[in-house]
């Protein structure tokens, strides 16, 4: 019995979301004000481990779906992808040369979705 792609991807997504959320609202709340290292390393560790389950979810769903739904999704990922890494290293230029102020590093995955986003329905049109 095979098993939808996107299923899949919606409730691994939903998943690995739940966790991120849950430990960044209990950041937020100051439920790990005092932890020290080494527990700081791996509080960060907990919070980046969902985002690579997410974008691990997503190239699974591309590995599974098919040719069409595989280039729906494909394209706008390596377009936004591109683009993100262009922007962060930009702005990371930008506060090395003209003193713009600093963005944390974290920044990158919602620019990812931003730019993913942004980019799909062009990429889907360049597509037809």
């Known amino acids: 019995m095979s098993t939808n792609p996107m299923r ?16 960044n609202v209990a ?4 439920a790990f004000d005092d932890v020290a290292r080494p527990g700081s390393y791996i509080l960060a560790l907990a919070v980046a481990a969902p985002v690579a389950g997410h974008i691990w979810a997503l190239l699974d769903c591309m590995k599974n ?27 990371g230029f930008l506060t090395e040369y003209a003193d713009v102020p600093h963005a944390p590093g974290w920044l990158i995955y919602p620019l990812l979705w931003a730019m ?4 799909a329905p062009f990429t889907h049109k360049l597509a037809r």
């Open 8 to 23: 899949t991807y919606v409730i691994r997504t939903v998943l690995f979301m739940g966790g991120y959320v849950a430990v």
């Open 27 to 30: 950041a937020i709340f100051g």
């Open 65 to 91: 779906a098919d040719e069409y739904v595989r280039g729906i999704l494909a394209r706008p990922f390596i377009v936004a992808a591109g683009l993100a890494v262009a922007v962060f290293t930009g702005w």
């Open 116 to 119: 993913f986003g942004l980019t």
